[in-house]
């Protein structure tokens, strides 16, 4: 996923309870729901075999992410999760000010961005 710098991400780190019934269909829900939100430019997730995860949403501006976190439906999953599906999480929201990419068709070295700056 390519975006235009500056924006905004929310990365969730969790690790699921033992029982999650119903846990696929509220995640479901949540895309889907959030897939019509102002703002909301998009969202990649990964859980391994133990049942930790992290899912990385991105952002036009903070007031969207904001929006997106006071939506009723939204916090009645939250909290359903802290209830049932999560032994823990751990949400950070930072502000992408810019980022860069490599895939082996470009070869070996650095290009572009990463050639002129250290970090």
């Known amino acids: 996923m390519t975006l235009s710098a500056p924006y ?3 990365v969730i780190t969790t690790e699921l309870a033992t029982d999650v019934e119903g ?3 509220a ?5 889907s729901l959030v897939n019509g939100y102002a703002g909301f430019l998009g969202v990649e997730s990964v859980r391994d075999g133990s049942g930790r995860g992290i899912s990385v949403s991105y952002w036009r501006d903070l007031a969207d992410l904001q929006a997106w ?3 009723v439906e939204h916090r009645a999953t939250m ?3 802290q ?3 999560y032994q823990r999480y751990h949400v950070r929201v930072a502000r992408v000010e810019r980022e860069y990419q490599w895939d082996e068709s470009e070869g070996l070295g650095l290009h572009g961005d990463e050639a002129d700056r250290s970090v």
């Open 83 to 85: 209830e049932r599906w």
């Open 69 to 71: 976190r006071r939506d």
């Open 8 to 10: 905004f991400v929310a």
């Open 79 to 81: 909290l359903r999760g």
């Open 27 to 31: 995640a479901v829900r949540m895309e």
């Open 23 to 25: 846990y696929d269909e």
